[in-house]
Antibody, heavy 121, light 111 residues
Framework: QLQLQESGPGPAKPSETLSLTCTVSGDSISNNNYYWGWIRQPPGKGLEWIGNAYYTGRTFYNPSLKSRVTISVDTSKNQFSLRLNSVTAADTAVYYC?????????????WGQGTTVTVSS | QSVLTQPPSVSGAPGQRVTISCTGSSSNIGAGFDVHWYQQLPGTAPKLLIYNNFNRPSGVPDRFSGSKSGTSASLAIIGLQAEDEADYYCQSYDSSLNGLVFGGGTKLTVL
């Protein structure tokens, strides 16, 4: 059974780079059935799509975040990662990694449990 | 302001039927892009409830159903149960924004 687990260094300071990793277990990240992605949810608010990556390296980003976001796939570690530059308090959220079957516009069938990132000086 | 519009809250008594609407536009739902629905129980990650407008993943009870017409989609829940109390989100693709979009979410309260 495919499972995802987020990990990261914890709190971030304004202007720093947020880095998170999602470890995939139960299948190979190179399985060509999946698009890997990140979603975030600010405290008390709704869901926001950050972006997706395919194991080949092809990426899709939210236009509103595109200038600050990089999603990459490491097939040797069965992991994919999120980097968000120049963070502010508005980037404080629970960050979820996700997997979509067959296409990045398909439903997000697999979710990690989420990791809370607080941006504060 | 979300691209997809959902009512902030709905409620119903146990056993009743409730529907949650998701209103989009000609650049997303109206353009034929699929709608997916997620259930988020308190303190947990969202879970895929309906995909491609009306399909249920394995394990989702048939009390949940989805439909789509024109620029809108709906999630219906029949035989409401206390465990259905959660936040529900619709999601689609928007060709103008060139990305995935979510509704603002609907809080379902079981009275």
């Amino acid at each position: 059974q495919l499972q995802l687990q987020e990990s990261g260094p914890g709190p971030a300071k304004p202007s720093e780079t947020l880095s998170l990793t999602c470890t995939v277990s139960g299948d190979s990240i190179s399985n060509n059935n999946y698009y890997w992605g990140w979603i975030r949810q600010p405290p008390g608010k709704g869901l926001e799509w950050i972006g997706n990556a395919y194991y080949t390296g092809r990426t899709f980003y939210n236009p509103s975040l595109k200038s600050r976001v990089t999603i990459s796939v490491d097939t040797s570690k069965n992991q994919f990662s999120l980097r968000l530059n120049s963070v502010t308090a508005a980037d404080t959220a629970v960050y979820y990694c996700t997997g979509q079957t067959r296409c990045y516009t398909c439903g997000m069938s697999v979710w990690g449990q989420g990791t809370t990132v607080t941006v504060s000086s | 302001q979300s691209v997809l519009t959902q009512p902030p809250s709905v409620s119903g008594a146990p056993g009743q039927r409730v529907t949650i609407s998701c209103t989009g536009s000609s650049s997303n739902i109206g353009a034929g892009f699929d709608v997916h629905w997620y259930q988020q129980l308190p303190g947990t990650a969202p879970k895929l409830l309906i995909y491609n407008n009306f399909n249920r993943p394995s394990g989702v009870p048939d009390r949940f159903s989805g439909s789509k017409s024109g620029t809108s989609a709906s999630l219906a829940i029949i035989g409401l149960q206390a465990e259905d109390e959660a936040d529900y989100y619709c999601q689609s693709y928007d060709s103008s924004l060139n990305g995935l979009v979510f509704g603002g979410g609907t809080k379902l309260t079981v009275l």
